[in-house]
């Protein structure tokens, strides 16, 4: 899953089950909340395996049999495989091992499952932990995801469909709705630019054309030689498309058709949503696959929150016979001989399994989980073409509902006066307010408001927690003031609850686009 702070795209690669123990351990990529009870989705049982029998519990009582169950003197009788990590990429790989047969443990040092796409609650309100918006929900094509997992474990969740992806409030009141159906999308981004219209055209369909070709495979993982020869005798003509592409950034395909400075920086803003950089470091195929996709499948927003997909996952996990561990905080990956054979926790337990999956993320996988060991070759060669992305601040806020006028979008995207600020700390917006569509997760009368924004974890670095927790509140305070003055007079008297967060650097950006994607 690309998971920006501003969306998500799921994208996991399914996991082969494997007999044999691994050459190498894996590392997914970090990948797009509601009621406790998650009453919007079922699952059935219907895909659990023959002859076993699976007595539902409260994964949280996993605990003390799952303890005994991985310990090295019961490797026969133990574990197929262990996933670090309960994110949705996580809990997608143990699930499709577990409806293969596998018998999977998932350890988690939270007391929740979701990683970024988690949730929690304060005084009423029901956050989601990362973006609202999500992709993958779709009932068609092979992009949807989220979907296919869910049904792979006998799960379907309820969503609502939104109407608008994003509302761009842009420099030179360049004001643009993103709207679900793509031509009427079109017809609102050529009223500002009626003299490029032919230039939009041949850039979207560009995307089009790379999705349409992404959407005809079964899409599982662009990085795998197997799978892509396999998929290549199959479907000849997409693959040869996305390998012409790949090394294409969406900045220089879009100058090739379009010479207006604020359309190609409105297309800069597109790309920044996806990749947190602009369109000249964005790949062509990442882009692509977002720009379609929110017209193809669209946004859904899960009724109940973004939580109950990790939920559904979860629960499906053990529907299928296997466990979760919460409070379980994984310090190490064991290996012998070069090949990962268990982990051990900060308590000092120790689970083994024929394979190990690790859903933390690529830097913290080889930086800490790994001690002592060479790098693969294949990971020197991804750190050499990708850094981390910038921190985020990220502010959640409960707001009376009077606040906001009656045709409020869910989602917005600011970039006041200079568009030179985009990928400047701070200087670009991103606004969720999930209430919009579900109004189950506030209080009666109030409304969420999650605000995402760059930042510079050197304007951070060497502060005493009481000046760090000041400097939190002065950014926030400039921020509401921002939204207030753009989008919503009286913002700051109407607040009933504010948290403010610093978001760790865990994202991923490519910056040579010559080997590789990453969603």
């Known amino acids: 899953m690309l998971n920006s702070p501003i969306l998500s795209l799921s994208n996991h690669t399914p996991i082969i089950y494997h007999h044999t123990p691994p050459t190498k351990f894996q590392s997914l990529p970090s990948c797009s909340y509601g009621r406790p009870e998650f009453s919007s989705g079922s699952c059935s049982n219907a895909f659990r395996r023959k002859g ?80 609202s918006v999500m992709f993958g929900f779709s009932d068609k ?10 049904e792979a474990v006998g799960c379907r969740m309820q969503v609502i469909p939104d109407p608008t992806t994003v509302h761009f409030h842009l ?14 999308f079109i017809e609102e981004l050529t009223s500002y630019f009626p003299h490029e219209k032919d230039g939009i055209l041949k850039f979207y369909g560009e995307c089009w054309k790379i999705f349409n070709a992404l959407n005809s495979l079964e899409l599982k993982s662009l990085e795998e030689p197997l799978y892509l020869f396999g998929q290549f005798f199959q479907k000849p003509l997409e693959c040869l498309t996305l390998a012409y592409y790949l090394p294409q950034n969406a900045g220089a395909i879009a100058r090739k058709y379009i010479q207006d400075p604020q359309l190609l920086s409105f297309i800069d803003a597109e790309c920044f ?28 927003y899960p009724l109940g929150g973004v939580g109950g997909i990790a939920k559904s996952l979860a629960k499906g996990l053990v529907d299928q016979g296997s466990q979760i561990l919460y409070k379980a905080n994984v ?140 400097k939190k509140q002065v950014v926030a305070d400039e921020i509401i003031s921002r939204l207030e003055k753009k989008l919503f007079p009286g913002l700051r008297s109407s607040i009933d609850f504010i948290e403010v967060e610093l978001k760790p650097l865990t994202s991923l950006i490519l910056l040579y686009i010559c080997n590789s994607i990453h969603c």
């Open 331 to 470: 310090t190490s990956i064991i290996t012998e001989q070069g090949k990962a054979v268990g982990v051990r926790l900060s308590d000092g337990r120790e689970f083994f399994a024929k394979t190990i999956i690790s859903n933390a993320t690529r830097w913290d996988t080889f930086g800490k989980l790994v001690k002592g060991e060479s790098l693969p070759k294949e990971e020197e060669n991804f750190q050499k073409v990708y850094v981390k992305a910038p921190s985020f601040l990220s502010i959640h806020m409960g707001v009376k509902a009077e606040v906001l006028p009656p045709d409020t979008d869910c989602h917005h995207f600011v970039l006041e006066n200079n568009w030179t600020s985009l990928e400047e700390p701070y200087g670009s917006i991103f606004l969720s307010i999930p209430t919009i569509l579900d109004s189950s997760l506030a209080p009666e009368g109030r409304h969420i408001l999650h605000i995402f924004t760059t930042s510079s974890m050197d304007d951070w670095q060497g502060l005493s927690r009481i000046d760090y927790e000041a």
């Open 52 to 131: 076993v029998v699976v007595k539902v519990k409260g994964m949280m009582k996993l605990e003390e049999e799952v303890v005994e169950s991985g310990k090295r003197g019961d490797f026969g009788e133990g574990f197929d495989a262990i996933v670090i990590g309960s994110g949705i990429g996580g809990l997608v790989a143990g699930t499709q091992l577990a409806v293969k047969g596998a018998k999977v443990l998932v350890l988690e040092k939270y007391v929740i499952p979701g990683g970024s796409s988690g949730f929690y609650h304060r005084e009423g309100y029901t956050f989601d932990v990362g973006s």
């Open 171 to 184: 420099p030179n009141h360049l004001s643009v709705r993103v709207h679900r159906e793509y031509d009427k």
């Open 141 to 150: 094509g092979n992009l949807n995801l989220i979907t296919q997992a869910l």
């Open 273 to 300: 949503i996806v990749s947190t950089v602009n369109a000249l470091q964005t790949p062509m195929i990442n882009a692509s696959m977002v720009l379609c996709d929110r017209h193809f499948g669209g946004i859904n």
